[in-house]
T-cell receptor, first 115, second 112 residues
Framework: DTAVSQTPKYLVTQMGNDKSIKCEQNLGHDTMYWYKQDSKKFLKIMFSYNNKELIINETVPNRFSPKSPDKAHLNLHINSLELGDSAVYFC??????????????FGPGTRLLVL | AQKITQTQPGMFVQEKEAVTLDCTYDTSDPSYGLFWYKQPSSGEMIFLIYQGSYDQQNATEGRYSLNFQKARKSANLVISASQLGDSAMYFCAMRGLNKLVFGAGTILRVKS
């Protein structure tokens, strides 16, 4: 009964490859997010989707393309991987609204290592 | 724009004692939310506690409480009766426009 799940948990790949990370939430939330945590543990928003529509794109290179087939899923596809893409990628979800409703619940993270 | 500052890169606390992790924020929005998350060495992000800007009382969740001082723009996390399992990275975050803005985090180590 995992609330927010991500696959794969670990991803090791060569520079230049294309890879995808999948995220699913069963919390009934209407908003999903991708965050990147760098090697210094700093967390930054990448994308946010509300009801399958993109609402935030935080100056992320266009090699990163999110896709939300439905409210419960948000995938991240990365083209032409670079060394600097190595990081932990977290998916999160919340219900847009007021106060505590907007608490974001995170998936377990995907550890991407580009060689 | 929102900004979160956590000035303590690392903290030590003796088991069973209380510890305060500092967080200050900056925003021009009159309505905002503040969150604390725990990230143990296993890597997951665990939601701990939430404080709304209009909440009259400080938030509490079990051993966690939030010392919210609006005039000082601070939202410190207090962990009472520390346990070894509390050793982790702790992040303060603020709800921005459809996103969370995070501080740099504080590593807490609980000593036995």
């Amino acid at each position: 009964d995992t609330a927010v799940s991500q696959t794969p948990k670990y991803l090791v790949t060569q520079m230049g490859n294309d890879k995808s990370i999948k995220c699913e939430q069963n919390l009934g939330h209407d908003t999903m997010y991708w965050y990147k945590q760098d090697s210094k543990k700093f967390l930054k928003i990448m994308f946010s989707y509300n009801n399958k529509e993109l609402i935030i794109n935080e100056t992320v290179p266009n090699r990163f393309s999110p896709k939300s087939p439905d409210k419960a899923h948000l995938n991240l596809h990365i083209n032409s991987l670079e060394l600097g893409d190595s990081a932990v990628y977290f998916c999160a979800s919340s219900q847009l609204g007021t106060s505590r409703q907007e608490t974001q619940y995170f998936g377990p993270g995907t550890r991407l290592l580009v060689l | 724009a929102q900004k979160i500052t956590q000035t303590q890169p690392g903290m030590f606390v003796q088991e069973k004692e209380a510890v305060t992790l500092d967080c200050t924020y900056d925003t021009s929005d009159p309505s905002y939310g503040l969150f604390w998350y725990k990230q143990p060495s296993s890597g997951e992000m665990i939601f701990l506690i939430y404080q709304g800007s209009y909440d009259q009382q400080n938030a509490t969740e079990g051993r966690y409480s939030l010392n919210f001082q609006k005039a000082r723009k601070s939202a410190n996390l207090v962990i009472s009766a520390s346990q070894l399992g509390d050793s982790a990275m702790y992040f303060c975050a603020m709800r921005g426009l459809n996103k969370l803005v995070f501080g740099a985090g504080t590593i807490l180590r609980v000593k036995s």
